[in-house]
């Protein structure tokens, strides 16, 4: 057996087991971008499937664990002058956890979620039966695991495509004065084919920016390369708002960069860059239920109905910028985000991600209202959210937006209604949490600003999963230089 067979082997005995005492599980991943509420169950390990298996550059095709995060994957795959097609901007989201979830990117428009970059999958089912799955093979489960966020069994190997790197993205940012203006020209970037990436951010609705990035290897004579993770860099976002409002400005950034902003500025990112990035700081969410105070949200929409749905934001929420991502059509059944274009033949139709990123009432009673609000609103502008995140549905709620005869259908065939369902997992047991919180006031003290904080600095230590090179010293010295 080769390594990763004798885990598989291991992980299938144990769930084996667990199947013939028909008792549910959660799977244990060693590290996670949800911010879905933890529950109990007893727990599977798979923390050790994360090894790129292979990499073949002549079929440009990776063979990859799940828990490889995406930036471990790019590193290893530029050094075959290959990239995946769809890259999670987050580096600390696995290739497992893109598959499971609904994972887009600014190259969406054009490879659609990164679930469709991958040809096929290795699973253990709720049974331990070892199984693969592709179009060709168990097509059913392969569409239907995608998305379903592990709850059909555990993914242990996917094999995705690659395409040919370039040093460079040339990144375009074209500035817009109107919401209407901003999301019209969006559309129309998405429909030329010669863009590699497009998205957008909305710093206000008289504010939007356009970019429009193309893979190339030429960088123009006395152009300087842009980054975004040197210490001296500034954040990508606020760098984008400084753009001139009145004309079109270019970056060439490199290509890993490109794949990689990390929203720091230099003092941020001298003294606290070990507790900053992205895995790190999904763990201090986790730890100190801060996700409780913030919305924190992806939430797509069919373009038609997109800026009623910002206006209603403005109005109620207040939250910018707002990120804009926009994403090809996908075939229901599915728990991706789709919708479907009632007045052409039911086709289904492209759809605008919103990233819905902010500050939320810190009262829990307001702050359920304002995400069921939210869900209302979205549902009755044809959207869906991507469901990392928390959610309020009722049960009938949310199978009113999915299609519960074909997941159940599926759970059946493939032995898998021993595992929580889709619905179990991301709904939110509001009374259950404030329970909790109310019954120790150790446990509120630590959901209240700012204390919250410091549980979550906290959590982020305990993980260990920072950079011990520097020390306070260290960090004082170069603060000091920077003055």
Same mark, same amino acid.
């Given at each position: 057996? /080769?390594?990763?067979?004798?885990?598989?082997?291991?992980?299938?005995?144990?769930?084996?087991?667990?199947?013939?005492?028909?008792?549910?599980?959660?799977?244990?991943?060693?590290?996670? +971008?949800?911010?879905?509420?933890?529950?109990?169950?007893?727990?599977?390990?798979?923390?050790?499937?994360?090894?790129?298996?292979?990499?073949?550059?002549?079929? &440009?095709?990776?063979?990859?664990?799940?828990?490889?995060?995406?930036?471990?994957?790019? &590193?290893?795959?530029?050094? *075959?002058?290959?990239?995946?097609?769809?890259?999670? %901007?987050?580096?600390?989201?696995?290739?497992?956890?893109?598959?499971?979830?609904?994972?887009?990117?600014?190259?969406?428009?054009?490879?659609?979620?990164?679930?469709?970059?991958?040809?096929?999958?290795?699973?253990?089912?709720?049974?331990?039966?070892?199984?693969?799955?592709?179009?060709? %093979?168990?097509?059913?489960?392969?569409?239907?695991?995608?998305?379903?966020?592990?709850?059909?069994?555990?993914?242990? =190997?996917?094999?995705?495509?690659?395409?040919?790197?370039?040093?460079?993205?040339?990144?375009?940012?074209?500035?817009?004065?109107?919401?209407?203006?901003?999301?019209?020209?969006?559309?129309?970037?998405?429909?030329?084919?010669?863009?590699?990436?497009?998205?957008?951010?909305?710093?206000?609705?008289?504010?939007?920016?356009?970019?429009?990035?193309?893979?190339?290897?030429?960088?123009?004579?006395?152009?300087?390369?842009?980054?975004?993770?040197?210490?001296?860099?500034?954040?990508?976002?606020?760098?984008?708002? =400084?753009?001139?409002?009145?004309?079109?400005?270019?970056?060439?950034?490199?290509?890993?960069?490109?794949?990689?902003?990390?929203?720091? +500025?230099?003092?941020?990112?001298?003294?606290?860059?070990?507790? $900053?990035?992205?895995?790190?700081?999904?763990?201090?969410?986790? @730890?100190?239920?801060? /996700?409780?105070?913030?919305?924190?949200?992806?939430?797509?929409?069919?373009?038609?109905?997109?800026?009623?749905?910002?206006?209603?934001?403005?109005?109620?929420?207040?939250? #910018?910028?707002? #990120?804009?991502?926009?994403?090809?059509?996908?075939?229901?059944? !599915?728990?991706?985000?789709?919708?479907?274009?009632? %007045?052409?033949?039911?086709?289904?139709?492209?759809?605008?991600?919103?990233?819905?990123?902010?500050?939320? /009432?810190?009262?829990?009673? /307001?702050?359920? &209202?304002?995400?069921?609000?939210? %869900?209302?609103?979205?549902?009755?502008?044809?959207? *869906?959210?991507?469901?990392?995140?928390?959610?309020?549905?009722?049960?009938?709620?949310?199978?009113?937006?999915?299609?519960?005869?074909?997941?159940?259908?599926?759970?059946?065939?493939?032995?898998?209604?021993? $595992?929580?369902?889709?619905?179990?997992?991301?709904?939110?047991?509001?009374?259950?949490?404030?329970?909790?919180?109310?019954?120790?006031?150790?446990?509120?003290? @630590? !959901?209240?600003?700012?204390?919250?904080?410091?549980?979550?600095?906290?959590?982020?230590?305990?993980?260990?999963?920072?950079?011990?090179?520097?020390?306070?010293?260290?960090?004082?010295?170069?603060? +000091? =230089?920077?003055?």
């Amino acid at each position: 057996m /080769s390594p990763h067979e004798e885990v598989v082997s291991k992980i299938s005995t144990r769930v084996a087991a667990l199947f013939r005492r028909k008792q549910a599980f959660r799977i244990f991943h060693g590290s996670t +971008n949800s911010t879905r509420p933890v529950h109990q169950e007893p727990v599977v390990d798979i923390s050790a499937f994360s090894n790129i298996l292979e990499i073949d550059k002549e079929s &440009r095709v990776a063979i990859v664990e799940p828990n490889v995060p995406m930036d471990q994957l790019v &590193r290893a795959t530029l050094g *075959h002058g290959l990239i995946p097609p769809v890259v999670m %901007e987050f580096p600390g989201i696995t290739v497992g956890g893109g598959f499971a979830g609904s994972a887009g990117e600014s190259s969406s428009f054009k490879h659609g979620y990164f679930d469709e970059t991958i040809t096929e999958i290795e699973m253990v089912l709720a049974s331990g039966e070892v199984v693969t799955a592709s179009e060709a %093979e168990n097509a059913d489960l392969f569409k239907g695991a995608a998305g379903s966020i592990g709850t059909l069994g555990i993914v242990t =190997k996917l094999r995705l495509k690659l395409m040919p790197a370039k040093r460079f993205v040339k990144l375009a940012y074209h500035p817009f004065g109107s919401l209407h203006e901003t999301i019209g020209i969006l559309r129309k970037a998405t429909e030329d084919f010669t863009n590699d990436y497009v998205d957008g951010i909305l710093f206000s609705k008289t504010h939007g920016v356009l970019m429009t990035g193309q893979l190339t290897d030429e960088l123009p004579p006395g152009k300087v390369p842009q980054s975004f993770s040197a210490a001296k860099d500034p954040w990508f976002y606020l760098h984008v708002k =400084k753009m001139p409002i009145d004309r079109v400005s270019v970056d060439y950034i490199p290509v890993a960069e490109y794949f990689g902003f990390l929203p720091f +500025n230099r003092v941020t990112r001298w003294l606290l860059d070990d507790f $900053l990035h992205t895995r790190v700081m999904y763990r201090a969410l986790h @730890g100190s239920n801060m /996700s409780f105070l913030h919305v924190i949200q992806d939430l797509s929409l069919p373009y038609a109905t997109v800026e009623e749905f910002v206006d209603y934001t403005s109005q109620n929420l207040n939250i #910018w910028p707002l #990120w804009l991502c926009p994403l090809r059509a996908v075939n229901p059944p !599915t728990f991706h985000p789709y919708s479907m274009d009632k %007045e052409n033949h039911h086709l289904p139709q492209p759809m605008l991600n919103i990233g819905l990123w902010g500050a939320a /009432s810190r009262d829990i009673d /307001s702050f359920v &209202r304002q995400n069921r609000e939210l %869900e209302v609103r979205l549902a009755e502008l044809g959207g *869906h959210k991507v469901l990392y995140s928390h959610t309020y549905y009722t049960k009938d709620e949310f199978w009113q937006l999915y299609d519960k005869q074909w997941y159940e259908a599926l759970r059946e065939k493939y032995t898998a209604t021993s $595992l929580p369902t889709v619905y179990d997992k991301v709904n939110v047991d509001v009374m259950q949490w404030k329970q909790l919180q109310s019954s120790n006031w150790m446990k509120m003290l @630590g !959901t209240s600003w700012p204390f919250a904080g410091f549980v979550g600095f906290w959590y982020a230590l305990k993980s260990g999963d920072y950079r011990l090179h520097r020390d306070l010293d260290w960090m004082k010295w170069r603060l +000091n =230089k920077e003055d």
